[in-house]
């Protein structure tokens, strides 16, 4: 399938979930991200979820991490809309969170913090197919960002549904995953 057909089919799925279906969805995606091997990392960017497009919640990512592995940054990102470029900012005293005009949450002041290769980045997307590709909602925003992290830096996506086969538009601008965290197992791919 194409990106545009699988942005709206997976925006409906999404939207059709029960309020008892997501929150049990978002435990087991937790319970899989636990199983992560943290050994190394010393940051892991995550995305701030928009609980009206029913985005997995991050929010039991951060507090597990802050609670089980309080020595990793946890940093969060801050959208360009002129650039379509992403800055990061650490979760700490100094951080400021609000929602744009888009009402997606992000830093609106704290201190920048930039990924180095012993980071995990946590990506969203609404899609994904058996070898890694994503679609996210089409900005590019996640593209670009992936691309200039460093050699090493782990890029997880979390998706509530199983893969697709393919993703016959994906392109050689589009980053592959390296692995991908759905409720019942984490699956890695080839790059």
Do not use: W
């Not at 940051?43 to 991490?65: C, Q, S, W």
Request: glycine share 6%.
């Amino acid at each position: 399938m194409q990106k545009q057909e699988l942005r709206k089919i997976y925006l409906e799925k999404r939207s059709q979930l029960s309020e008892a279906a997501y929150q049990s969805l978002n435990q087991q995606l937790l319970q899989q991200f636990i199983t992560l091997n943290f050994a190394g990392i010393t940051a892991v960017h995550l995305f701030l979820p928009m609980p009206r497009t029913k985005e997995p919640d991050t929010g039991l990512l951060i507090n597990y991490l802050q609670k089980e592995h309080s020595h990793i940054k946890r940093v969060f990102p801050k959208a360009n809309f002129n650039t379509k470029t992403l800055v990061n900012y650490a979760d700490d005293e100094q951080l400021i969170i609000a929602e744009n005009k888009f009402g997606i949450p992000e830093p609106i002041s704290g201190n920048q913090f930039f990924i180095d290769k012993n980071s995990m980045v946590i990506v969203p997307l609404l899609a994904f197919d058996l070898t890694g590709n994503r679609v996210g909602y089409g900005g590019g925003f996640y593209d670009r960002f992936l691309a200039g992290c460093a050699v090493g830096t782990r890029f997880i996506g979390l998706s509530f549904f199983e893969p697709v086969d393919l993703i016959e538009d994906a392109d050689k601008l589009d980053v592959k995953l390296h692995s991908c965290i759905t409720p019942g197992k984490t699956l890695s791919f080839q790059r």
